[in-house]
């Protein structure tokens, strides 16, 4: 691809993607020419940051959705193998921290309104769908700490409803 058709293919991108955004109604900003950063509502996980960066080839998508697991490490990382193949776009990913994330990378050339459109639900899909899960899976004994933390001192748990499982007495 030559040096023009490279600047009119980001120039294209950072317009689908910038036409996408509006017409979703979704927050976001443009800390930098052809770089996003948005945030998805979400109902497990309440919101999910997803940054999007246009490449002189790429567009690059990168979306954290949660901190390393406190335990149960290789159960966590299987789970979300067994999930990388049936994902679109993205892949769950961990950093040189273990944080896991979403990452995926389109070429220009696809990146239109509808395929960011699809791509921000894969992220916002996967990034929230999963969040209780990779929860449950490795950070169960905080779960229960924090609930017992709350009911002795009678406050509300309300936000650790999805994990009455583990949580209940037996």
């Known amino acids: 691809m ?7 293919a980001a120039a294209a ?8 955004l509006r017409d979703a109604e979704l ?9 996003y950063v948005v945030t998805l509502p979400g109902t497990r996980k309440l919101q999910t940051t997803c940054s999007l960066a246009v490449g002189a080839h790429s567009l690059s998508v ?12 290789a159960a966590v990382h299987r789970w979300l193998l067994e999930r990388n193949t049936k ?4 892949g769950y990913a961990i950093d040189q921290h273990g944080d ?16 960011v459109d699809r791509l921000l639900g894969s992220v916002l899909e996967n990034a929230d769908g999963s969040f209780n899960t990779l929860l449950e899976m490795g950070f169960a004994t905080a779960i229960r700490k924090e609930y017992a933390w709350r009911t002795s001192r009678g406050e509300s ?3 650790l409803d999805a994990f009455t499982h583990l949580t209940e007495r037996e």
């Open 2 to 8: 030559g040096d023009v058709d490279a600047v009119d």
């Open 13 to 20: 991108a950072r317009a689908a993607i910038e036409q996408t």
């Open 27 to 35: 927050e976001w900003e443009s800390p930098a020419e052809g770089t």
């Open 62 to 73: 990168n979306a954290f959705v949660v901190r390393n697991p406190d335990e149960n490490h």
């Open 87 to 90: 994902l679109y776009g993205v």
């Open 100 to 115: 896991i994330y979403l990452a995926g990378r389109l070429p220009l050339a696809a990146v239109t309104p509808q395929e």
């Open 157 to 159: 748990t309300r936000n």
